[in-house]
């Protein structure tokens, strides 16, 4: 029951690991717009929806009753350690490294998920 309201979470996961494994020069030059850069606001993005499905995978789900009624919390802890786990592995790949403002961008994207989740379930 677990792994059925966690599926999309996981692939998503996996997605977003596929994707930030591979080499720099697959990726046009980031876009520069007034003071922030494209590529954060795709990290924010990702990681808000990653949130969102984790939340609610967590919540769904009937296995762990600590991660159903604790969801905000383990969810923050798993998906901020997924964003700098994900940072340190880019430094083994040609092109990519580590960036603090990405992994800013991760916990960024983290925090608009909780609140959107929040807004869009009104718990």
């Given amino acids: 029951m677990?792994?059925?309201y966690n599926l999309y979470t996981i692939i998503w996961a996996l997605v977003i690991l596929l994707l930030t494994m591979l080499p720099g020069e697959h990726f046009p030059r980031p876009m520069k717009l007034d003071f922030f850069?494209?590529?954060k606001v795709a990290h924010a993005g990702i990681f808000?929806?990653?949130t969102m499905l984790m939340i609610v995978g967590f919540k769904k789900?009937?296995?762990y009753q600590v991660l159903r009624y604790r969801a905000i919390p383990y969810t923050v802890g798993i998906t901020l350690a997924y964003g700098?786990?994900?940072e340190l592995l880019q430094s083994a790949v040609p092109g990519r490294g580590f960036e603090y403002l990405d992994l800013l961008a991760n916990a960024l994207g983290v925090l608009i998920g909780c609140v959107a989740f929040r807004l869009i379930y009104r718990i």
Avoid: E
Wanted: proline share 0%; with cysteine.
């Fill in 37 to 39: 850069q494209f590529d």
């Fill in 2 to 4: 677990f792994f059925r």
């Fill in 48 to 50: 808000c929806v990653l």
């Fill in 61 to 63: 789900q009937g296995k």
């Fill in 84 to 86: 700098l786990a994900i």
